[in-house]
């Protein structure tokens, strides 16, 4: 029997889950680190369990295996992983600060000056320049209207860099 090796899937859009769920189907061993996330709908609160890497789940597999992860529905490129330990050990050191309810996000690459669309909610596709960030999830916007600024603080997973 062979030794089993990390892959990553990259997934097609929003298939993450579908995408583990059919490796377990399969008997394959699929990773797919998620955060809690809540929201308020209607006067209820509801909790997610959101992809800490949109887009990505991670494969153990014989080398054999490639192929038909790769014909699968919900996977649009499986990568390989070159420095298997490192992965591994930085895979484990993510899962156990989750497990552990430690609040692990991805850190936005965007930082203070950098001009920024936002991409969902009521001011979809203004732009402004990036004043203050405040912790991972938040940032102060500065929003040019009619010759005056506005600054609004918005959370930095609706923003994308311009």
Known sequence: MSELLWFV?????????????????????????CY????KYRGKTV??????????????LEPTQKDAVRKNDH????????DQDTFCRQLEDILLALEMNLE????PSIGEG????????PLRGVE?????????????????????AAAVKVNADLLEPT
């Open 114 to 121: 950098m001009r920024v669309r936002i991409k969902a909610g």
């Open 128 to 148: 402004g320049w990036v004043e203050q960030r405040y912790g991972m999830a938040t940032v102060l916007l500065r929003l040019d209207f009619i010759s005056q």
């Open 104 to 107: 692990v996000r991805l850190a």
């Open 47 to 60: 909790v997610f369990q959101k992809p800490l890497f949109p887009g990505y789940v991670f494969l153990q």
């Open 9 to 33: 899937a990259h997934t097609r859009p929003r298939r993450e889950k579908k995408l583990v769920d059919h490796c377990r189907r399969d008997g394959l061993a699929a990773t797919l680190p």
């Open 75 to 82: 996977v649009a490129n499986l990568l390989d992983v070159f």
């Open 36 to 39: 809690k996330s809540a929201h």
